[in-house]
């Protein structure tokens, strides 16, 4: 094994493809909100399920601290 450091040198990554908003220059740049929605329709049932896992999960929550609380 040699202990000399690497002489090879990081390009940066750039992205392959262009997105929306820097395709058309009269369209402002999506908000977080419509984005986040965007990725929720492709995802599908998977987001649903940790919907529904974190609604179970802050339920327990609130029933258990009310029972501990009482």
Same mark, same amino acid.
Request: aromatic residues 10%; positive net charge.
């Given at each position: 094994? %040699? +202990?000399?450091?690497?002489?090879?040198? *990081?390009?940066?990554?750039? !992205?392959?493809?262009?997105?929306?908003? $820097? %395709? +058309?220059?009269?369209?402002?740049?999506? *908000?977080?909100?419509?984005? !986040?929605?965007?990725?929720?329709?492709? $995802?599908?049932?998977?987001?649903?399920?940790?919907?529904?896992?974190?609604?179970?999960?802050?339920?327990?929550?609130?029933?258990?601290?009310?029972?501990?609380?009482?």
């Amino acid at each position: 094994m %040699s +202990t000399e450091p690497s002489t090879a040198v *990081s390009e940066p990554i750039e !992205a392959t493809q262009p997105t929306a908003a $820097k %395709s +058309t220059l009269n369209e402002p740049t999506p *908000s977080f909100i419509k984005l !986040a929605m965007r990725n929720m329709v492709k $995802k599908g049932g998977k987001s649903l399920y940790h919907f529904f896992l974190s609604f179970v999960g802050l339920l327990g929550l609130f029933i258990g601290l009310a029972y501990l609380t009482r």
